[in-house]
């Protein structure tokens, strides 16, 4: 009776034992499982965190590509409009620099009769207010543009700027044609006239023909008070004696610009784009 007695208290014992480590293994799996939970919330939000983090610098990127992708757009835009009469001023101006130092143009200021004479100094004249025109008209396209770091317009600005000092500079060249830079921006201002048939994507401005050039020549003399010195170098070339460097500069970086704006030569083969040897550039 006693050892009866004795099995089933043992045994009740070992069902206690075993219910209480049941309870108690079952709420250190509960609370493992809750703290297993906790870690992967952890984990799940720390991946979100950094998901969302790369989305938004991914955005970024995207977004500062499509700007510069607009504004380099926005630029083309504006430059393709002024690139054909740009081009033809510039490369108008460069041959009658070279037939002026190469191919004995000057001679007409020699031996020519008054018209031929007046021919020359007028259109040389008309000229180099011509490409002036078309480099303020091309300033004014793009002055509320932000140029940025793009890369066409940054060569742009550096062949053109080269241009406006070899006419401004009395330290590097030398010769006739010293134009100051605001004289510059002045002559190309005279020079242009809103354009009647303007619209939407078009030039807003023109130049200014030939004979209204000539007219205003005559005729008006605030006109042609901002062309008396120039008119004076082009009659002296008639005797060679002026220093070359500047024309001989000009004459070379206009070409740089042509070879810039006519890339692939189209407009103007490589046949007709013979350069002043230099001499100091």
């Known amino acids: 009776m006693n050892v009866q007695l004795t099995v089933t208290a043992i045994s009740a014992a070992v069902a206690l034992a075993s219910i209480l480590l049941s309870a ?17 919330d952890g984990f799940r939000a720390e991946l979100q965190r950094k998901n969302d983090e790369f989305q938004a610098r991914l955005e970024d990127e995207l977004q500062q590509r499509r700007d510069q992708a607009g504004k380099a757009a926005r630029v083309e835009e504006v430059m393709s409009r002024y690139r054909d009469p740009l081009l033809s001023a510039a490369f108008e101006l460069q041959s009658r620099i070279y037939n002026f130092l190469l191919r004995g143009f000057a001679g007409y200021l020699r031996s020519g009769d008054e018209n031929e004479k007046s021919y020359v100094v007028n259109s040389t004249l008309f000229l180099f207010a011509q490409y002036l025109a078309w480099t303020e008209a091309l300033r004014r396209g793009v002055q509320f543009l932000d140029l940025g770091d793009i890369e066409r317009s940054r060569e742009l600005a550096d ?39 303007a619209q939407s994507g078009d030039v807003p401005w023109q130049c200014i023909g030939y004979a209204v050039f000539c007219s205003n020549i005559e005729q008006r003399q605030t006109f042609a008070s ?3 010195r120039l008119d004076g170098e082009v009659r002296a070339l008639a005797s060679m ?14 070409m740089d610009l042509i070879d810039f704006l006519d890339d692939p030569p189209l407009r103007f083969p490589m046949k007709s784009r013979s350069r002043i040897p230099l001499t100091h550039d």
């Not at 070899?166 to 830079?181: E, K, Q, V, Y």
């Not at 002026?242 to 206009?254: C, D, K, V």
């Open 24 to 40: 108690r293994t079952a709420k250190s799996n509960t609370k493992f499982k809750a703290d297993l939970e906790r870690q992967n």
């Open 159 to 197: 062949r053109l700027e080269r241009i406006r000092a070899a006419f401004s500079t009395d330290t590097d060249l030398h010769g006739p044609f010293r134009i100051f830079r605001t004289e510059q921006r002045a002559i190309g201002e005279l020079m242009l006239e809103p354009s009647p048939a």
């Open 241 to 254: 004696e002026p220093s070359r460097e500047r024309l001989t500069a000009l004459q070379n970086r206009l």
């Open 226 to 228: 901002w062309f008396t």
